[in-house]
């Protein structure tokens, strides 16, 4: 079985704007992430994005706009090297504008879902596996999943953490200093 590291992608690994993240124009990189993401492609570990992207039920874009936002990701971690094994996200919210995503689904964080999923599909080894987030829905996925866990302070949480922070396993000030702890405790 192999270990994986499930990042989410906006406020982790892309800027979050202001609002939804879905256009290509808007995607930009957090300081560091693309080299973090290399370091775990060099240490063999399978790099997985799991994201809730409720704007698409929300109706605020369609579907495409994160297929297409995803594709231009992945192409500029090609440009330095770095990829992204798999890419899952839920577009489900339980009270969706756009009716067939309003499920009470499996998939959506804080439910493990797309990290079990991961599992079956990629044969993950969850113990042996980390979740990366910025809210605490990503960190109770994780857990949920029996992941470690790492919180770092971009995106979301950039200013609001203090409380809790001992109920996940490290909070980390960026996606990087995540990836130094995860392969200097493994």
């Avoid at 409380?163 to 990836?179: G, P």
């Amino acid at each position: 079985m192999k270990r994986a590291v499930f990042l989410d992608r906006d406020g982790v690994l892309t800027q979050e704007p202001p609002h939804y993240a879905h256009r290509v124009d808007e995607l930009e990189f957090i300081p560091g992430s693309p080299e973090a993401i290399r370091m775990l492609n060099k240490n063999g570990y399978v790099v997985i994005v799991v994201s809730n992207q409720s704007g698409i039920a929300r109706g605020y874009y369609p579907e495409e706009d994160t297929d297409i936002f995803n594709q231009a990701m992945e192409k500029k971690l090609a440009e330095i090297g770095a990829h992204i094994d798999t890419i899952y996200y839920c577009p489900h919210h339980p009270e969706a504008i756009i009716e067939k995503y309003r499920v009470d689904c499996d998939c959506r964080k804080p439910r493990p879902g797309m990290l079990k999923r991961a599992e079956k599909e990629l044969n993950i080894d969850l113990k042996k596996s980390f979740m990366i987030g910025d809210r605490w829905s990503d960190i109770e996925a994780g857990k949920r999943a029996e992941c470690k866990t790492v919180m770092v302070r971009t995106g979301y949480n950039l200013e609001k953490l203090k409380d809790n922070e001992i109920t996940c396993d490290y909070v980390a000030n960026d996606l990087f200093d995540a990836v130094e702890y995860i392969l200097n405790s493994s």
